[in-house]
């Protein structure tokens, strides 16, 4: 019915429109603004002032935005493939329709419901030094568990151990991709002597490369934004161990009220994000395989 | 006929590997399990119980009193009815406005539409910290922090999550049905409502249940906009708790379980949307 007259123009801009100006109010106008505040000094109360590029001399000096930056990069560059791995382990385990494989997929995914707020608590207590489930397993090994969040080296460790809870994200994921492979496939290869290894490397994973594309491209997009955990279990801390870039443009614009030092840091973030997005859009034809292509020619 | 099946598997000569699958399987659960039955275990000890050392796995005397006790620590009663106001707002608005939209993208053919569309998939990606800051310069200049229409207002104008996700539904819907329809007198917008629409039942379902969880769970957007106690979400509230200085750790999981419940039980009732939309967005509620 996608009939291109004048009607249909009216029709279609007329039905796009709430979304339209949305687009305006709340994404084109923040990020214009965001760019001008960007230049200037202001808390907010007193009227801003001008100071050009200032605000982008001042991150190149400071010693705190540069941990902020450590730290996102760290997590970002350890979360990102154990997740996509985690993932994609946990969807070949649950992949086999056998009796109760139901039970594991709902267990596996269950944590997913405890977004936010409450999967943050629930570690803080699963690694709390002294009471913690942790490390009470690790004493009755006669192993001194670390302190976990309340120490400077162990503190994003302990972000990155315990986000392994999440796979079931990806693992939803990736099970949809695995179910959509044709069992042929795989019958053909084993009539040709391919053990499960070579199956794996030579069929399931390049099948499934477009779902790790989206996966890995989403996981990073998200990852760079890390902010409840760092806000909830550690604050940032200790000694600025888990200072998140989002957490400490967070402290910038609401504790400090440096509002235009914040929209500076937010650009670099922006920044951030695109640049690592776009890499890895260029760098699909390298790796990923999508069905039908030779046929295209 | 399913039990056939189901026999025929496991008596095959791949019992063993299907043995060590299950026997992964079983150690993964547990450890995925784990927290969830530390979190009810120590939501019922006592003070004494919950530090001890070896491994206590399960109270002597579960103490229920802990549940009434932890909520009246702050007003979670009230915390409640603000998250509930939120959740049920933007669903209301996601509902309305990205079904009128993503009608909009699925039918009509105009100059323009291909590269709106473009415009749609890539705000997929702008990061919210980014525009938190000039979101609250505007807001504050309209005089609307400290009250729910900083979360509440943008639902009305749409989400390009939803949106992409009720346009291939839409999609789905043959374009006969809707030429009958017009062809007896319907306008556009009644096509939608009385055609389209109820036909798109269970893709509007995943869009309540996803907005409904990433509103009961959403944390950044509350804590910039939202100051005073009596406006709270839960998960602020939750927050809060854990911040005051004596953490009381079985009152911290006790009302760590009673905040999830809610989507938990979503979960259970509506598992096949709750997935979708995952599998959809691919999401971080």
């Known amino acids: 019915m996608q009939k291109r007259s004048r009607s249909s123009t009216i029709a279609f801009y007329l039905s796009i429109s709430p979304w339209l100006i949305g687009l305006v109010a709340f994404a084109i106008l923040p990020m214009l603004i965001s760019l001008v505040v960007s230049f200037t000094n202001w808390d907010l109360i007193s009227s801003p002032q001008w100071v050009a590029l200032k605000n982008y001399q001042r991150l190149l000096n400071d010693p705190t935005f540069h941990q902020s930056l450590k730290v996102t990069f760290l997590f970002t560059f350890l979360y990102v493939p154990l997740d996509l791995a985690g993932g994609l382990f946990l969807a070949m385990l649950v992949r086999p329709k056998l009796p109760g494989i139901g039970v594991f997929r709902s267990i596996f995914y269950l944590p ?41 080296n162990w503190s994003l460790p302990s972000l990155i151990l315990m986000s392994f809870w999440g796979w079931g994200r990806s693992m939803v994921l990736f099970l949809g991709g695995l179910q959509a492979i044709p069992r042929d496939v795989y019958e053909a290869a084993e009539m040709d002597g391919a053990g499960k290894v070579r199956q794996f490397f030579k069929i399931t994973l390049p099948l499934i490369t477009p779902i790790l594309f989206f996966n890995l491209v989403l996981s990073i997009i998200s990852t760079f934004q890390t902010f409840t955990s760092a806000f909830v279990a550690t604050n940032g801390g200790p000694l600025d161990s888990t200072l998140f870039l989002v957490l400490y443009i967070y402290r ?29 859009v260029r760098s699909q034809k390298f790796w990923v395989f999508y069905i039908g292509e030779e046929a295209r020619g | 006929m399913a039990d056939f099946k189901v026999r025929r598997m496991i008596f095959k000569p ?40 070896p491994i206590k796995w399960w109270p002597k005397e579960p103490r229920w009193q802990n549940y009434p006790e932890a909520l009246s620590q702050l007003p979670f009663g009230r915390f409640a009815i603000n998250t509930l106001i939120i959740a049920l707002s933007t669903i209301i608005g996601h509902l309305l406005s990205c079904s009128i939209v993503a009608y909009g993208f699925s039918r009509f053919k105009a100059p323009g539409s291909g590269f709106f569309f473009l ?17 609250y310069i505007i807001f504050s200049r309209l005089g609307w922090i400290n009250s729910f229409l900083p979360l509440i207002v943008p639902a009305f104008f749409g989400n390009a999550f939803y949106i992409f996700l009720l346009r291939q539904s839409f999609k789905q819907i043959p374009a006969d049905l809707e030429d009958a329809a017009v062809m007896d007198g319907a306008t556009t917008l009644q096509t939608l409502w009385y055609i389209i629409l109820p036909l798109a039942r269970p893709a509007l379902a995943t869009v309540a249940i996803f907005t409904f969880q990433a509103a009961w769970n959403d944390f950044l957007g509350p804590l910039i906009f939202l100051h005073d106690q009596t406006k709270y979400t839960l998960m602020q509230g939750l927050s809060f708790f854990r911040g005051s200085y004596t953490v009381n750790w079985a009152y911290l999981m006790a009302a760590s379980l009673v905040v999830s419940l809610p989507v938990v039980l979503i979960y259970v009732i509506a598992q096949r949307q709750f997935v979708q939309g995952i599998a959809f967005s691919g999401r971080k509620g």
């Open chain 1, 112 to 152: 997913v419901i405890f977004s936010g707020v409450a999967f943050v608590v629930v570690w803080m207590w699963m690694l709390n030094p002294d009471g913690g489930l942790v490390n009470l397993a690790l004493g009755a090994f006669g192993i001194q568990g670390p302190r976990w969040l309340m120490d400077p």
């Open chain 1, 252 to 280: 910038q614009a609401f504790q400090f009220f440096n509002m235009g030092y914040a929209s500076a840091l937010a650009w670099v973030l922006l920044l951030i994000i695109l640049v690592f997005t776009l890499f890895v």
């Open chain 2, 14 to 53: 791949k019992t063993w590997s299907t043995i060590a699958r299950y026997l992964v399987l079983v150690i993964f659960g547990i450890l995925f399990i784990a927290p969830v039955f530390w979190m009810i275990s120590s939501s019922l000890k006592a003070d004494y119980e919950i530090f001890s050392f």
């Open chain 2, 119 to 135: 415009v749609l998939l890539s705000t997929l990606m702008l990061p919210y910290p980014v525009i938190m800051v000039p979101l």
